[in-house]
């Protein structure tokens, strides 16, 4: 039998990167909607039902519409919006997070994909304040740069269709300090509030580094830059799509500058730890597109479908 998968969102930025995920996989029927019934309720609510699979590549409230059409017990949601990632009834779908976060989204019926940011703040600081490292309590910031893809068709227009000299220059946002990926920060980070957050968004299409200052003098047990490389290693020791580099900062300048578009087109998360005795900065670094959205996404469908985790993804 196939599995029959339904992307509801196809003609934006996430759906097209996820059919070219499943374009590279077997045993499955992809079904696609006509492109004038892409907001067609009964053409929606026709598929989404039919489904096995549907991936929801939708903004926020056109999610929770497509949600409230399922019918029947059959069909699998992994949602790519921010619209269900710390609702109860959902699972995070961030496989690395704990040793349990995979059987938890191979059993659901019902994943949140992770927004990109978070990914990479969650992955780098939730073993620190698990291993009772970082106090829960740490007064916390976290900066990203990340490319305009990251703001789906709307932003992607602004950039390749004007030459406004503004947009030339990277440009901070969300700077009323109320970033929508606050909730899941705080949640599966294990801290008690969640950082303070600004993101930057660059000339580019695709790629982000998440970087965490870091004050080792704060912390609860006395650890170096290097200590805290090897317990991140150590963590993700068994991680296929999480890499932490081996401690040596120089080696991954490119002519003395940090090169965020590394794991563009693939579903790897780097994470560098860089400094010393008093001073850490941990960068995680990934696409946007990969693990910070429709690699992710498809990574949550192999493990619910129980296939390969890597199948379509190396
Ligand atoms: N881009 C990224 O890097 C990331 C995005 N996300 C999230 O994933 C979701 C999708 O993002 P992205 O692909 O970038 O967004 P886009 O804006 O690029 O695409 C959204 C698509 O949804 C369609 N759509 C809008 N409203 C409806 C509706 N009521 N019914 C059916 N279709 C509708 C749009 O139609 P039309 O073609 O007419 O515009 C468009 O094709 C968003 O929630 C976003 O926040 C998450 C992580 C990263
Ligand atoms: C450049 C840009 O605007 N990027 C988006 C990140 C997109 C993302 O992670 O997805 P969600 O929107 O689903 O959370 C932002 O920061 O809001």
Known sequence: MKYKIFVDGQEGTTGPKIHDYLSKIADIEVMKIESEKRKDYKA?????NEADVVFLCLPDDASKDAVSMVSNNKTKLIDASTAFRTDQDWTYGLPELHKNQRSKIQSSSRVAVPGCHATGFILAINPLVGEGIIPRDYPMSCYALTGYSGGGKKLISQYQ???KEQLFAPRQYALNLNHKHLPEMRLFSGLNSAPLFTP???????????SIPLLPRMFIKKMTARDVQELLASYYKDERFVRVAPFDSEAYLEEGFFNLMKCNNTNYLDIFVFGHDDQILLVSRFDNLGKG???AAIQNMNIMLGFDEGVGLE
């Open 293 to 295: 959205a429709s690699g």
């Open 44 to 48: 929606r609510r026709a598929l989404i």
């Open 200 to 210: 930057i968004v660059g000339n580019y299409y695709q790629g982000d580094a998440v």
């Open 161 to 163: 269709n004007s030459n």
